[in-house]
């Protein structure tokens, strides 16, 4: 039985050998062996593709669409190819099996429905020619709400403070000559101060909470979902917070109670090393928020009096 012999430079087929006939690969910008010549430079076949890899017309080669970055026809209906770590429907232009990288991947589209100008050599990660730098485009503090109860399982605290919305809008270029997405980075500042009977008992920041690029509450969640799978296109979405101060009602007789909180909220252009690469029109936007909230319980009905001050955006 006849054995092929492949040979590659730097991770790329060329080439081939079956019983000494040596056949050297001519490839298009994709990857995809679209001839083969023999060693006196003769055309001895050629194959032209559809976009997710059947064969258009020619010569059905083993490593054929996008072949010389190891994608392998396998003739199979529903599971034409195969690329090193899960297979391949060049029928239906997906994946068979789920990504194993999702969430942060689609389940089974292929590089992002980019078939034309990007591959997967690994099956495991697109690999992209173009890619995406973030901008900022809108971030601001909305729907303000006074509340003074908690939900489960923080009901025997008694609290006043603010429930708000910070809503933002992202837009995305495609930029050629950087070698990795630049997507934006959120910074969220808090300080605070807080007094007991007009004592300063505890003095916090100013602290980024999303330093590092860390979740620090569920919140948060909502800044990292569109940031997982980079498109290039407009992105919007909205955080959440719930500042509040918060004492349980044990023991604080005649006490006061006073917080005042600042928060600076920062989003930034992309980075890919010098942030004017991304050409983004705003380069980060900044909104601020200030917060005071007094609490004072009373004797002897039990309870307590609790006064918010309309925060200064």
Request: hydrophobic residues 30%.
């Amino acid at each position: 039985m006849p054995v092929t012999n492949y040979y590659t430079v730097n991770g790329e087929i060329i080439s081939e050998s079956t019983d000494g006939v040596y056949l050297d690969y001519l490839t298009d910008a994709l990857g995809s062996v679209t001839a083969k010549v023999d060693q006196t430079c003769t055309v001895v076949s050629t194959a032209r593709y559809k976009p997710y890899g059947d064969l258009l017309s020619g010569t059905q080669y083993k490593l054929g669409w996008v072949g010389s970055q190891g994608y392998r026809n396998t003739g199979l209906k529903y599971s034409g190819g195969y690329v090193r770590a899960r297979h391949f429907s060049t029928e239906q232009g997906q994946w068979t099996t789920a990504d194993p990288l999702w969430p942060s991947e689609r389940l089974y589209i292929y590089c992002q429905a980019n078939s034309t100008s990007d591959s997967d050599p690994t099956g495991r990660a697109g690999k992209k020619s173009q890619f995406c730098c973030c901008c900022p485009e809108e971030l601001e503090i909305t729907n303000i709400q006074k509340t003074f109860s908690l939900p489960p399982p923080f009901l025997m605290v008694k609290a006043c403070g603010h429930k708000f919305q910070v809503p933002y809008r992202l837009s995305y270029k495609n930029i050629s000559g950087i070698k990795a997405d630049a997507p934006c980075t959120l910074e969220w500042w808090e300080s605070s101060l807080v007094k007991r009977n007009g004592t300063i008992i505890k003095r916090t920041g100013p602290e980024n909470f999303n330093a590092g690029g860390g979740t620090v509450s569920p919140t948060f969640y909502e800044w990292y979902f569109p940031e997982i799978d980079l498109e290039c296109v407009i992105r919007a979405g909205t955080l959440l917070d719930w500042p509040y101060l918060g004492v349980a009602n044990f023991g604080y007789d005649d006490a006061v109670f006073e917080r005042t909180l600042d928060i600076r909220i920062v989003i930034r252009a992309g980075d890919v090393g010098a942030r004017s690469q991304c050409k983004c029109t705003k380069m980060s936007i900044e909104r601020k928020f200030r917060q005071y909230l007094k609490l004072q319980f009373i004797k002897p009905t039990p309870g307590l009096s609790c006064l918010v001050q309309e925060p200064n955006v």
